[in-house]
């Protein structure tokens, strides 16, 4: 079963640190993937992609994929209140354009 | 202004009876989603629909049925054998074309509460 994995949290950090959220998927053909952030009550919205193995930086986040290890990461610089979200990992498999998500890692950003 | 509309916002449905859950998107894209998110949970694929007229089931299809008659509209309900429908409803597109072929959006979803 294609599964992906994250820590639920909640991860706490302080104002201006950096956070770290982490994600491994199962199957070794996934292709794509995304990071997601969600306030409650709200729907996910797109914070950046990845395909390659490496890092991509986009302003403050910076996304980490390894496929030989299965894993990829977010870092958030200079963490801010408002990042206080839940954030969604997603992988694609080739194929097709279906998402399998993680159950998500709730951020908290303390002053 | 381009986007994915969700409506309604809330839903209150009582037992035994089927409601719809409408989906509309002026982004044309070809490709269309329905998640469910439980308390504390992600998202889990209801159904897709790649193309007008074909639609899939996901991962929990039983209890839902959908329609893909316009490239622009892909409506979800919600029947009475879905036993525990209680969730927020998650509608998304994407275009399928290449380049960012698998990224999907999101409209504001609905939540649905039985009575």
């Known amino acids: 079963q294609k599964e992906v994995e994250q820590n639920s949290g909640p991860l706490s950090v302080p104002e201006g640190a950096i956070a770290s959220l982490n994600c491994t998927y199962s199957d070794r053909g996934s292709q794509s993937f995304f990071w997601y952030r969600q306030y409650s009550g709200k729907s996910p919205e797109l914070i950046m992609f990845i395909y390659s193995n490496g890092d991509k930086e986009d302003g403050r986040f910076t996304a980490q994929l390894n496929k030989a290890s299965q894993y990829v990461s977010l870092l958030i610089r200079d963490s801010q209140p408002s990042d206080s979200a839940t954030y969604l990992c997603a992988v694609s498999t080739g194929g097709g354009n279906k998402l399998t998500f993680g159950t998500g890692t709730q951020l908290k950003v303390e002053l | 202004d381009g986007g994915i509309t969700q409506s309604p916002k809330y839903l209150f449905r009582k037992e035994g009876q089927n409601v719809t859950l409408s989906c509309e998107q002026n982004l044309n894209h070809d490709a269309m989603y329905w998640y469910r998110q439980d308390p504390g949970q992600g998202l889990r694929l209801i159904y897709y629909?790649?193309?007008?007229?074909?639609?899939q089931k996901g991962d929990i299809a039983e209890g839902y049925s959908v329609s893909r008659e316009k490239k622009e509209s892909f409506p979800l309900t919600v029947t009475s054998a879905q036993k525990n429908p209680t969730a927020f409803y998650l509608c998304a597109s994407n275009s399928g074309t290449s380049g960012n072929p698998d990224t999907q959006y999101f409209g504001p979803g609905t939540r649905l509460t039985v009575l």
């Open positions: 629909s790649q193309i007008v007229n074909d639609f």
